[in-house]
């Protein structure tokens, strides 16, 4: 039996995950709430990279995890409506810089995700430890950002773990995306699990 691990950041996405599955808490694990049913173990990462990072190497360790999923909001960068859910194609980190060649290859690589065959639009991620209120803070060709996809998916790839992502599309990256994060979190979380449950 596939185990399934998720890990999703915040409390508000987090609970609408566990309603739809009907998963149980479990005892705190460094402080991280976590939730479970007969074949899904969820985490609430919290925001960043840092904590994403621990989350999923928590997760791992503790259980028997043979598929890992990314699954949250993140912002948009090009025109896509809020309230939309995608599965991601790849991810990047867009807010590293190193001048050491020798090191660039592992900061600035692109991480390949899971998707499944029916999946006809995909999109590409970027991650970083900032909250984006203009998408012209970004120079790659990334559709969306977040800021947890690429620690799960860097530590995921580590372990040999399959990775998939989906993202709901919460706002548009722009210096009203804290407000239109919030208006926008239960439709674009109900898109997610409806994409979730494609591939649990």
């Known amino acids: 039996m596939t185990s399934i691990g998720i890990v999703c950041a915040m409390d508000e996405e987090v609970q609408k995950i566990v309603s739809a599955f009907e998963l149980q808490p479990l005892e705190?694990?460094?402080?991280?709430?976590?939730?479970?049913?007969?074949?899904?173990?969820?985490?609430?990462?919290?925001?960043?990279?840092?904590?994403?990072?621990?989350?999923?190497?928590?997760?791992?360790?503790?259980f028997n995890i043979t598929q890992l999923i990314n699954i949250g909001l993140a912002g948009a960068l090009k025109t896509i409506p809020a309230?939309?859910?995608?599965?991601?194609?790849?991810?990047?980190?867009?807010?590293?810089?190193?001048p050491?060649?020798?090191?660039?290859?592992?900061?600035?690589?692109?991480?390949?995700?899971?998707?499944?065959?029916?999946?006809?639009?995909?999109?590409i991620l970027t991650t970083g430890d900032q909250f984006i209120t203009s998408s012209n803070d970004i120079n790659n060709n990334a559709d969306i950002v977040d800021m947890e996809g690429f620690a799960v998916a860097y530590v995921a790839t580590r372990y040999n773990i399959p990775i998939t992502m989906i993202k709901g599309v919460s706002?548009?990256?722009n210096n009203s995306s804290e407000s239109e994060l919030f208006e926008n979190l239960n439709t674009a979380m109900d898109q997610t699990i409806i994409l979730l449950k494609q591939v649990i």
Not at 33 to 39: A, L, P
Not at 47 to 57: D, E, N, R
Not at 89 to 98: E, Y
Not at 100 to 123: G, R, V, W
Request: charged share 20%; aromatic share 10%; net charge negative.
């Open 171 to 173: 706002d548009d990256a």
């Open 28 to 62: 705190k694990h460094l402080g991280y709430d976590i939730y479970q049913n007969n074949n899904i173990t969820l985490i609430e990462s919290s925001i960043g990279k840092v904590a994403s990072s621990l989350a999923t190497t928590t997760l791992i360790d503790k």
């Open 83 to 98: 309230g939309s859910a995608y599965f991601v194609s790849s991810v990047t980190q867009h807010d590293a810089f190193i």
């Open 100 to 123: 050491f060649d020798e090191y660039q290859q592992d900061m600035y690589q692109s991480i390949e995700c899971q998707t499944p065959d029916h999946a006809k639009n995909t999109l």
